[in-house]
Every structure is written in structure tokens, then in C-alpha cells.
């Protein structure tokens, strides 16, 4: 069945540094990719979209890679503030389907 | 302004109620999603509708029934509700399918439902 593995639940990073986070899936061929950042108790806000035949995608402090060979997506946010903190989902996605990730809690401390 | 909305943010009933929850967007878009997230964080589409017809409908049971009475708004009706209901749920829109970044998914701020 299909699979979407965010590296560990919760990740701290402190301020100034590049969190990295970690999108990793099986037994899927999306045709896209979306990163969304989720504060408590809020809706999911999109953040950026690649594609299956881009490998990098860039919006300000913020870039996604994406390996369709390594069935993986990284999501770097350089230059990390405490206000980065929040969990962050990706999403894959093909046709008329789109399953989410669990999410990563990223804590950036000062 | 509020780009999509819904109420009521909480709710708590009893097992075996039937409950809605309304949905609306004022953003112009032509598709309307609802998502549930469990309370292991996941977040599931349920459905989705384009232009007021069901495009999307993953394997729900059929006490929910989603309703669209014009292309802003999306509401999720909810019969002989169980314990297992219990989750956030989350409305959201998008201009079209997720093809593209003009395509992107805008979210409601969810409705936290707790069946007793």
C-alpha cells in the first residue's frame, strides 16, 4: 500500500541554522509534490509545489529537492527563526489523488 | 477577509446524533475538498467537489454526505454519529485540480468534532 514517512516526529534546530526536513515514499509515482507548514490548531498553509520532472524548487528561504529515484523530497529552510516553528506536512499527489504525510514538528530555538 | 471559512470550529455531541458542518469559500474557486485529521495527525481527503459535482469520493462511510448548494460553499452532513468521528475536520478550495501552483489548496481553519 501506499506510504508517506516524514523523518521523526519532532525536529529542533536552532536559530540561524538550515532545517532539513525529510519526505520519503513507497509504492507511489506522484506526478506532484506539495510542502505545507500546520500551526496548532490552524489549517494547513501551502507552502510550494514541484513537480515529478523538476528537481528543485526555490521560494525564498525556502527549497524543495525532489528524487522520483530515491522516492524522497527534502524541504530546507535556511537561515531558520524562531517563527519557522510549526509542523510542516508534504503531500503527494497524481491525478485525482492526494495523500498526506504525518507532518514534522520543527522547533527552532533561540 | 476570510478566504474560506466553516462552522462552528468546535463540536461536541452525543453518539447516535446527526450533526453538519458548513462550509464557504469566497475566493471564486471551482473546487471544494473536505479532509478529516485523526488524531494521529493524518490528514485524509473525504471528498471533493468541482463546480457543485462529487469528483472525489474516498472510501467513507456513507453517513457522511457532502452537500454543495452553489460552488461556494461546501457542507458535511453527518448521521448516527460514533466515537469514531471524533477528529478535526477541515474544509479547503482550490482554483482547480492540484496541477499546478495556481492550483494551490486553501484550508479553513477546521472544526474540532468530539462525539461523547
Known amino acids: 500500500s501506499q506510504k508517506i514517512e516524514q523523518n521523526s516526529e519532532a525536529l529542533n534546530i536552532q536559530e540561524g541554522k538550515t532545517a532539513t526536513l525529510t519526505c520519503n515514499y513507497t509504492?507511489?509515482?506522484?506526478?506532484?509534490l506539495q510542502w505545507y507548514r500546520q500551526d496548532p490548531g490552524r489549517g494547513p498553509v501551502f507552502l510550494l509545489l514541484?513537480?515529478?520532472?523538476?528537481k528543485e524548487k526555490r521560494k525564498e528561504r525556502l527549497k524543495v529537492t525532489f528524487d522520483t529515484t530515491l522516492k524522497q523530497s527534502l524541504f530546507h529552510i535556511t537561515a531558520s527563526q524562531p517563527a519557522d516553528s510549526a509542523t510542516y506536512l508534504c503531500?503527494?499527489?497524481?491525478?485525482?489523488?492526494?495523500?498526506f504525510g504525518k507532518g514534522t514538528r520543527l522547533h527552532i530555538l533561540p | 477577509d476570510t478566504a474560506v471559512s466553516q462552522t462552528p470550529k468546535y463540536l461536541v455531541t452525543q453518539m447516535g446524533n446527526d450533526k453538519s458542518i458548513k462550509c464557504e469559500q469566497n475566493l471564486g474557486h471551482d473546487t471544494m475538498y473536505w479532509y478529516k485529521q485523526d488524531s494521529k495527525k493524518f490528514l485524509k481527503i473525504m471528498f471533493s467537489y468541482n463546480n457543485k459535482e462529487l469528483i472525489i469520493n474516498e472510501t467513507v462511510p456513507n453517513r457522511f454526505s457532502p452537500k454543495s448548494p452553489d460552488k461556494a460553499h461546501l457542507n458535511l452532513h453527518i448521521n448516527s454519529l460514533e466515537l469514531g468521528d471524533s477528529a478535526v475536520y477541515f474544509c479547503a478550495s482550490s482554483q482547480d485540480k492540484w496541477r499546478d501552483t495556481t492550483d494551490t489548496q486553501y484550508f479553513g481553519p477546521g472544526t474540532r468534532l468530539t462525539v461523547l
Open positions: 503531500a503527494l499527489a497524481r491525478d485525482d489523488k492526494i495523500i
Open positions: 514541484i513537480r515529478e520532472n523538476e
Open positions: 509504492n507511489y509515482s506522484p506526478a506532484y
